[in-house]
């Protein structure tokens, strides 16, 4: 697999702030990312997604950056609030390459209240 | 809609018995679904791809052997650990995507404990 690696394993925010997950990848062909919050003993959910094509993309409450220069994706969350406390994961797909996500590491957010 | 399930939730069983974990699509078909593994703390590694009416595609560094993997429908996936061993017992997640799509649906996932 791509080596997909997230800054930092953990990360607390107060309610009401707002809060930045960053991920590094490693694979310059990847064309399409995708967010997840994954909650204690649950699957992944979808949060937000992005295309190489575009550097930003915005949803309700989130906004998910992508710097191709660098290879860095980061995802902001605006008014943190106690249920967006989770681990967030990016994936990266390759060009081409079939279907197959990879995933980074995972930050795992708290939101003291 | 995309609802993905998987079958059963939890699972602990005896070392050297194999379990089957089943992932349905509930209202899409998915020509191709995905099955994880996840240990504690720790990330989704992905295991294999399975196309429907075909043979499964697995990372490397995991047995087929061991991980028996059947896509025979559109909705259905199953998994199955064989000859279970205690270093088995982890978090396993499948995800389906229908044709033509990029995003995957990811099912609630299967605690599996060997003891």
């Known amino acids: 697999g791509e080596s997909v690696g997230l800054h930092l394993p953990t990360l607390s925010v107060q309610e009401g702030d707002n809060s930045i997950i960053n991920c590094a990848y490693s694979?310059?062909?990847?064309?399409?990312f995708i967010w997840y919050k994954q909650e204690s003993g649950k699957g992944p959910q979808f949060i937000i997604d992005?295309?190489?094509?575009?550097d930003k993309r915005q949803g309700q409450r989130v906004t998910v950056l992508l710097n191709k220069t660098v290879k860095h994706l980061s995802l902001q969350i605006a008014a943190t609030q106690p249920g967006d406390s989770a681990v967030y994961f990016c994936?990266?797909?390759?060009?081409?390459?079939?279907?197959?996500?990879?995933f980074g590491t995972g930050t795992s957010l708290t939101v003291i209240p | 809609g995309a609802v993905v399930s998987q079958h059963p939730s939890r699972v602990i069983c005896k070392s050297g018995t194999s379990v089957k974990i089943e992932c349905r699509s509930l209202d899409f078909q998915a020509t191709t679904m995905f099955w994880y593994r996840q240990f504690p703390k720790q990330s989704l590694m992905l295991m294999a791809t399975s196309n429907e009416g075909s043979k499964a595609t697995y990372e490397q560094g995991v047995e087929k052997d061991k991980f028996l993997i059947n896509h025979a429908s559109l909705t259905l996936s199953t998994l199955t650990v064989t000859s279970a061993h205690p270093e088995d017992s982890s978090f396993y997640i499948c995800?389906?995507?229908?044709?033509?799509?990029?995003?995957?649906?990811f099912g609630p996932g299967t605690r599996l404990t060997v003891l």
């Open positions: 994936a990266e797909k390759e060009k081409d390459t079939g279907n197959q996500f990879y």
């Open positions: 694979n310059s062909a990847s064309d399409y």
């Open positions: 992005i295309r190489s094509n575009m």
């Open positions: 995800s389906a995507r229908d044709w033509g799509g990029h995003e995957q649906f």
